[in-house]
Each structure stands twice: as C-alpha cells, then as structure tokens.
T-cell receptor, first 112, second 114 residues
Framework: SQKIEQNSEALNIQEGKTATLTCNYTNYSPAYLQWYRQDPGRGPVFLLL?????KEKRKERLKVTFDTTLKQSLFHITASQPADSATYLC???????????FGAGTRLFVKA | GAVVSQHPSWVICKSGTSVKIECRSL??????MFWYRQFPKQSLMLMAT?????????EQGVEKDKFLINHASLTLSTLTVTSAHPEDSSFYICSAGRGKNEQFFGPGTRLTVL
C-alpha cells in the first residue's frame, strides 16, 4: 500500500544550525512533492514544490532535494531561527491526479 | 492573494446535532476544493474532493451521508457533519485548488462534540 514516512520524533536543534527533515515514500509515483509548514491549531502553509525531474529546489533559507530512486526528499532549513519552530509536512501529489497525500509531519524545535 | 477562509474557526456542539463548516476562496475561483480531517499529532487525512456543480468524491471509509459536502459556487464549499458524535471531534481543514497543482489551505475548524 502507499505510504509516506516522516520522522515522528521531534527534532531539536540550536539556533543558527541547519535543520534537516526526511520524507520517505513507498509505492507512489509522484508527479511532484511538496513541503508545508503547520503551526498548532492552524492549517498548513505551502513552502516549496519540487517536481519529479528536479533534483533540488531553493527558496531563501530553505532547500529541498528529491531523489526518485531512493524515494526520498530532504528538507533543509539553514541558519535556523526559533521562529522556524513548527511541524513540517511532506505531501505527494499522485501522478495524473489532483489528490494530495500527507505525511504525519515532523515537529521542529529551534532553541535560542 | 490566494486566501482561503473557514468559518467557524471553532465550534462546540451537543451529540446528535449537525454542524456546518464553510470554506471560501476569497480572491480566486477554485474549481476544486478538498476537505481534510486531522486528529492530534496525526497527518491530514483527505475526506473528500468536491468540484463546483457536481457531487463530491469521498475517500474510502468516509461516510458520505454523514459528511455532506456542497460546492455551490467557485468560491464556496460547505461541509456538514450530521448527527455529530464525540468521535467526530477533530480539526477540519479545507483547501482550494488553483491551476494545475496549487492548493491553498484554510485555517481550519476545531470541532468538539460533547
């Protein structure tokens, strides 16, 4: 069956360091992969989209990689700040459809 | 641009009553809207996909007679939880699709059924 896995354990890092979050998937053929930020009690906010033919995408302090062979995406936040503390969700769009499947998210805590 | 609102932001109701949640795309027309449910510390689970003017497509395991979806216009979709029970208590989030792969989420509605 189709499955998306994100590290369920919270990630604690020191301010200024680079945070790296992992998203693995199985039995999918995603047209693209997205990363969202979700704060407690709020809806997800779109951050980045990377297509299946792209290896890397950057936006300001954010970087996403997409390895369709490993079926894995890495999400990096450089020079992390306490304001980056949130849950980060990985989401896959199924090829040919508009259906988005979400991972359970990884909680990031950035300590000052 | 691309703002999606939900109303109400939270609601508390008695068991057996029905609750309506509205989802609006404020500054764009959304041909497709999605309804998700999220339990604490869990992933967003897609409940149904609705297209303007047609019946919603429900995901497996979601009761269409319990979760009524109406997509009356290109900017409004409603989810009605009928005969709500405590196990329906959850965070309900809508999203509106724009273009080929853009999806914008509402702020969510916290439903508590007593």
């Amino acid at each position: 069956s189709q499955k998306i896995e994100q590290n369920s354990e919270a990630l604690n890092i020191q301010e200024g360091k680079t945070a790296t979050l992992t998203c693995n998937y199985t039995n999918y053929s995603p047209a693209y992969l997205q990363w969202y930020r979700q704060d407690p009690g709020r809806g997800p906010v779109f951050l980045l989209l990377i297509r299946e033919n792209e290896k890397e995408k950057r936006k300001e302090r954010l970087k996403v990689t997409f390895d369709t062979t490993l079926k894995q995406s890495l999400f990096h936040i450089t020079a992390s700040q306490p304001a980056d503390s949130a849950t980060y969700l990985c989401a896959l769009e199924i090829t040919g459809g508009f259906k988005t499947i979400f991972g359970a998210g990884t909680r990031l805590f950035v300590k000052a | 641009g691309a703002v999606v609102s939900q109303h109400p932001s939270w609601v508390i109701c008695k068991s057996g009553t029905s609750v309506k949640i509205e989802c609006r795309s404020l500054d764009f027309q959304a041909t497709t809207m999605f309804w998700y449910r999220q339990f604490p510390k869990q992933s967003l689970m897609l409940m149904a996909t609705s297209n303007e003017g047609s019946k919603a497509t429900y995901e497996q395991g979601v009761e269409k007679d319990k979760f009524l979806i109406n997509h009356a216009s290109l900017t409004l979709s409603t989810l009605t939880v009928t005969s709500a029970h405590p196990e329906d208590s959850s965070f309900y989030i809508c999203s509106a699709g724009r273009g080929k792969n853009e999806q914008f989420f509402g702020p969510g509605t916290r439903l508590t059924v007593l």
